[in-house]
């Protein structure tokens, strides 16, 4: 059974106040209202710095139960929300790879999902593990991604992104945390370009995630009841005030405390929130809980994945 | 988990009547009259991040905070049901 053994997480040091984006963002004062105000976004995290290289590198450093196990890494898997994020004939991936004695494995990264691209390494991570033949083979699950253009750096009226990575390492027999279930539901009429509008969009985004958080639930022999705690997607506040209303299901259970100072990390926000539950004390041996994600772009997904701790 | 139920400022709500319907004419460029009953989003075309706008503004009018961890947009889908949601659940600043 798909198990993540340790994740590790990097968020740059550096904040930066919602009001100093306004004037590169072309946000408008009552749009930075909004944000603080309902979306609950205070600021984010960059690193202007530091390059998508040096953010996978430090995530992938930072996970110490790695260290000496490199030559057991089969596969190795970039979640990704941008398709193109560096000139060619470029690639960090296999660079950082390289450098940290993974480059026998098999590198690729998706992208397809979007912000949900990390959930769908995971899950890819855990069928490729089941059907190799080396019984103790690992995977491990990257994300990372710089802010480097306005469509990276805000979705209007939304959110906006900061920078950060995650790295996190998945076996096929590991005790925990195990991969009870997995929903996704991917909607093409939801295309950016050629899709519906974006009013029907927002419309059926609440009920499109809350479908697959309770298909999850329902295929792990659950009920909301259950779950101990929701890993969101860091997309804003309002929304999962609004989608708890719609499930029934206490706020004060989703881990939202990240998002005021870190804004939405892309496909890092599942893995950063872990961390923070971790971190808190507040997952206990044997609990159960979710990790919802949405993403939008060429298409949509919404994502629901149900773990045991 | 529906929203608790909350006692109702008559002087309020009629406030938050005019004050959303005003504001509903400027964010939607809308010249026709604004009733009660019309339904914001089927009806007028009002997108739920103008709807957030819209309460921004309407705290800003009234001067209140109003308490939307427990707002339903089920339940506030017409300009009536988002006034009666304002006066009950808005907390002077």
Same mark, same amino acid.
């Given at each position: 059974?798909?198990?993540?053994?340790?994740?590790?997480?990097?968020?740059?040091?550096?904040?930066?106040?919602?009001?100093? +984006?306004?004037?590169?963002?072309?946000?408008?004062?009552?749009?930075?209202? !909004? =944000?603080?105000?309902?979306?609950? !976004?205070?600021?984010?995290? &960059?690193?202007?710095?530091?390059?998508?290289?040096?953010?996978?590198?430090?995530?992938?450093?930072? !996970?110490?139960?790695?260290?000496?196990?490199?030559? @057991?890494?089969?596969?190795?898997?970039? #979640?990704?929300?941008?398709?193109?994020?560096?000139?060619?004939?470029?690639?960090?991936?296999?660079?950082?790879?390289?450098?940290?004695?993974?480059?026998?494995?098999?590198?690729?990264?998706?992208?397809?999902?979007?912000?949900?691209?990390?959930?769908?390494?995971?899950? $890819? /991570?855990?069928?490729?593990?089941?059907?190799?033949?080396?019984?103790?083979?690992?995977?491990?699950?990257?994300?990372?991604?710089?802010?480097?253009?306005?469509?990276?750096? $805000?979705?209007?009226?939304?959110?906006? =992104?900061?920078?950060?990575?995650?790295?996190?390492?998945?076996?096929?027999?590991?005790?925990?945390?195990? $991969? +009870?279930?997995?929903?996704?539901?991917?909607? #093409?009429?939801?295309?950016?370009?050629? #899709?519906?509008?974006?009013? @029907? =969009?927002? @419309?059926?985004?609440?009920?499109?995630?809350?479908?697959?958080?309770?298909?999850?639930?329902?295929?792990?022999?659950?009920?909301?009841?259950?779950?101990?705690?929701?890993?969101?997607?860091?997309?804003?506040?309002?929304?999962?005030?609004?989608?708890? +209303? &719609?499930?029934?299901?206490?706020?004060?259970?989703?881990? !939202?405390?990240?998002?005021?100072?870190?804004?939405?990390?892309?496909?890092?926000?599942?893995?950063?929130?872990?961390?923070?539950?971790?971190?808190?004390? $507040?997952?206990?041996?044997?609990?159960?809980?979710?990790?919802?994600?949405?993403?939008?772009?060429?298409? /949509?997904?919404?994502?629901?994945?149900? =773990?045991?701790? | 988990?529906?929203?608790?139920?909350?006692?109702?400022?008559?002087?309020?709500?009629?406030?938050?009547?005019?004050?959303?319907?005003?504001?509903?004419?400027?964010?939607?460029?809308?010249?026709?009259?604004?009733?009660?009953?019309?339904?914001?989003?089927?009806?007028?075309?009002?997108?739920?991040?103008?709807?957030?706008?819209?309460?921004?503004?309407?705290?800003?009018?009234?001067?209140?905070?109003?308490?939307?961890?427990?707002?339903?947009?089920?339940?506030?889908?017409?300009?009536?049901?988002?006034?009666?949601?304002?006066?009950?659940?808005?907390?002077?600043?």
């Amino acid at each position: 059974m798909t198990a993540l053994d340790a994740v590790s997480v990097y968020t740059p040091e550096t904040s930066v106040p919602i009001e100093n +984006l306004a004037g590169p963002l072309g946000l408008t004062d009552i749009q930075v209202r !909004l =944000f603080r105000r309902f979306h609950g !976004l205070n600021e984010v995290r &960059l690193d202007r710095d530091r390059s998508l290289h040096d953010l996978l590198r430090t995530a992938v450093s930072g !996970l110490t139960a790695l260290r000496g196990k490199e030559n @057991r890494v089969h596969y190795v898997i970039h #979640g990704r929300a941008m398709p193109v994020v560096v000139p060619y004939p470029e690639n960090p991936l296999h660079d950082v790879c390289r450098e940290l004695g993974l480059g026998h494995a098999l590198t690729f990264t998706v992208t397809q999902q979007s912000c949900a691209s990390g959930l769908l390494a995971v899950e $890819l /991570a855990g069928r490729l593990l089941a059907e190799d033949p080396v019984r103790d083979a690992l995977a491990l699950v990257l994300t990372g991604e710089k802010t480097f253009t306005r469509d990276a750096q $805000l979705l209007p009226g939304t959110s906006i =992104f900061s920078e950060g990575a995650s790295a996190c390492l998945v076996s096929a027999t590991g005790r925990r945390d195990r $991969l +009870l279930a997995y929903a996704c539901d991917q909607r #093409g009429e939801f295309d950016i370009e050629i #899709g519906e509008s974006t009013e @029907r =969009f927002q @419309r059926e985004y609440r009920p499109a995630l809350a479908s697959v958080i309770r298909r999850a639930t329902s295929e792990a022999g659950l009920t909301l009841d259950d779950i101990r705690l929701i890993l969101p997607h860091n997309v804003n506040v309002v929304t999962w005030q609004r989608l708890c +209303l &719609l499930l029934d299901y206490p706020v004060e259970r989703v881990v !939202l405390s990240n998002v005021a100072t870190n804004g939405h990390v892309f496909c890092a926000d599942a893995f950063a929130n872990y961390r923070t539950a971790l971190e808190g004390g $507040l997952l206990h041996e044997g609990d159960h809980y979710l990790v919802a994600a949405v993403g939008s772009g060429n298409g /949509a997904t919404f994502s629901a994945m149900l =773990f045991q701790h | 988990m529906a929203a608790p139920e909350a006692e109702i400022d008559v002087e309020l709500r009629e406030r938050a009547v005019d004050a959303i319907a005003a504001l509903l004419h400027r964010l939607l460029k809308r010249e026709e009259p604004i009733t009660e009953d019309m339904l914001m989003a089927e009806q007028l075309g009002l997108s739920s991040s103008l709807g957030l706008e819209l309460l921004l503004e309407v705290e800003e009018q009234l001067r209140i905070q109003i308490d939307v961890e427990t707002m339903d947009p089920e339940r506030t889908r017409t300009v009536g049901e988002l006034a009666t949601f304002v006066a009950g659940h808005g907390r002077p600043w």
